[in-house]
């Protein structure tokens, strides 16, 4: 197995360990070490040791699986072959990934942080449900008859973009891929991914798999590596046509400039969010404070819609933020593999230390602490669950992308008020409502500018739902048939008709 990029491991004591097989970086089919020869650590966030060391990809690297993507686009049968056989691919490799479900988790669960159990049963499945989502549309990709003036017949064409460049962030490193990659590969282009180099594991995996499922060479390359190296080789190279991005605001500005230095290829952002979740006194008040729970604590709060602001009607406050404080502290804090832990570890040493530093601003700018605060364990990289109230809009708390398991808490009078501190951020990404009136829930529904509103729910993710930004959340959509114009272009054909009998 040392040829496809083997790397054998050792078990810490009482920690579960996957086998990790894959390290190398994936580019025309093949395993293959970095020109460089270099190599980068990735870490288990439970304990901080190192769980491999994996193919440092930098601007040689990146040409190289450019290269592979524009020759199979250009010259290979993906694009050129029915949407139905492409379709059936992608099928077979969605197959392929539920048949190795517990290996997978098990590679987020130790390279992420994320619940092992969690992955069983919503990552995997999730990922590949979007995957067979978006096979089943290969073969719907149409274009429509125009009505066009004069003595000409109309029509418009949709192509594959070509090589797309996709850059995933590790929070969700499974459900990311295929959020981004499954559309790609339906419209017939070709990509090139960048996993976050703090959860490279499971997308080279992936990329074993696809070569299984039998994606063509070339149609899927994987390139690990930093963002300054091998994503800035990405995002500025001449001969990459997209690059579809989520992850920071701040990162989502520098990709926007290297595109628009280089070849100007189109670009799509789904970045930061300071999502509110807004609960009003005739709501159920259990029902919304395990909501508000989920909200801002799943995943260890590093969801870029995370319902990190939480706005409760006076009416209710009170007895909101008693039963609140009780369901942050018996939300327990452990081993991602424990069958019995609600929350891992930050998946790394920088983050868990950004959200303690948040957590200090909170303090000294004047809020209260009322649970949490600290970290939860002697080793890794574990927080414990945390709420703030007397918070104001002002605040870095209210106001910054924590991506940590930190709740601000605040309370409101009027429907007026709490839309106009909804809107009181940079960001538009997501919200939820919690009543039980048809008339509040639509019009603040349609007042609070995000792009997407739970009512009664949060997370209700599904691949038929449009999913993105707006403000400095980003622009793009990803799921939905809408996902696929991204990876799409439209060509219009005007053909003479001199002796057409009409018109």
Not at 464 to 471: L, R
């Amino acid at each position: 197995m040392a040829g496809d990029g083997c790397n054998g491991n050792g078990k810490a004591e009482g920690v579960v360990v996957p086998e990790i097989k894959y390290t190398k970086l994936f580019i025309n089919g093949e395993f293959v070490d970095a020109v460089s020869g270099k190599t980068f650590e990735t870490r288990d966030p439970r304990t901080g040791d190192v769980l491999a060391h994996v193919a440092e990809a930098d601007k040689a690297d990146v040409d190289l699986a450019v290269k592979a993507a524009r020759d199979a686009f250009e010259h290979g049968k993906w694009p050129r072959m029915s949407g139905y056989e492409r379709g059936r691919i992608m099928n077979k490799l969605a197959d392929l990934v539920d048949q190795h479900t517990e290996e997978l988790a098990a590679l987020d669960g130790a390279d992420a942080g994320k619940l092992l159990l969690l992955g069983k049963i919503i990552d995997i499945p999730a990922a590949t449900q979007m995957l067979r989502y978006y096979a089943g549309a290969a073969d719907k990709i149409h274009g429509e008859v125009l009505r066009v003036s004069g003595k000409y017949q109309g029509y418009t064409l949709k192509e594959p973009m070509g090589v797309v460049g996709v850059i995933i962030p590790w929070n969700f490193p499974t459900m990311m891929f295929f959020l981004k990659v499954s559309p790609a590969l339906a419209a017939g282009c070709t990509v090139v991914v960048k996993p976050a180099e703090q959860t490279p594991l499971s997308a080279l995996y992936y990329a074993h798999l696809a070569k299984l499922a039998g994606v063509p060479d070339g149609v899927i390359n994987v390139v690990p590596g930093f963002g300054h190296t091998a994503g800035a080789a990405i995002t500025s190279h001449m001969d990459v046509d997209s690059v579809a991005f989520t992850g920071s605001t701040e990162v989502g500005r520098l990709i926007m400039e290297s595109a628009a230095k280089s070849n100007l290829k189109t670009v799509s952002l789904e970045l930061g969010g300071k999502s509110p979740l807004i609960v009003f006194d005739d709501a159920d008040v259990d029902m919304a404070v395990n909501l508000s729970r989920l909200a801002i604590f799943f995943n260890k709060g590093e969801v870029c819609v995370a319902g990190s602001r939480v706005y409760v009607q006076e009416g209710i406050y009170d007895e909101f933020v008693k039963k609140a404080v009780e369901a942050a502290q018996s939300w327990k804090v452990g081993d991602p593999f424990d069958v019995t832990s609600n929350m891992g570890p930050q998946v790394d040493k920088e983050q868990f230390e950004k959200v303690l530093k948040y957590i200090e601003h909170g303090k000294s700018e004047g809020a209260t602490l009322l649970t949490g605060g600290k970290p939860a364990a002697d080793k890794g990289y574990y927080i414990e669950p945390t709420i703030f109230v007397d918070v104001t809009e002002d605040m870095k708390i209210a106001q910054e992308e924590i991506f940590g398991p930190v709740m601000s808490l605040m309370k409101f009078k009027t429907v007026d008020e709490v839309i106009e501190k909804a809107n009181c951020t940079r960001y538009g990404l997501a919200a939820g409502i919690v009543t039980k009136s048809l008339d509040i829930a639509n019009r603040v529904s349609r007042s609070v500018r995000a792009g997407t509103v739970w009512v009664n729910c949060y997370f209700a993710f599904d691949p038929d739902a449009p999913f993105g930004g707006y403000k400095m959340s980003g622009f793009g959509r990803d799921q939905g048939l809408a996902a696929m114009d991204k990876y799409l272009q439209v060509k219009s054909v005007i053909t003479a008709l001199p002796d057409s009998p009409w018109y």
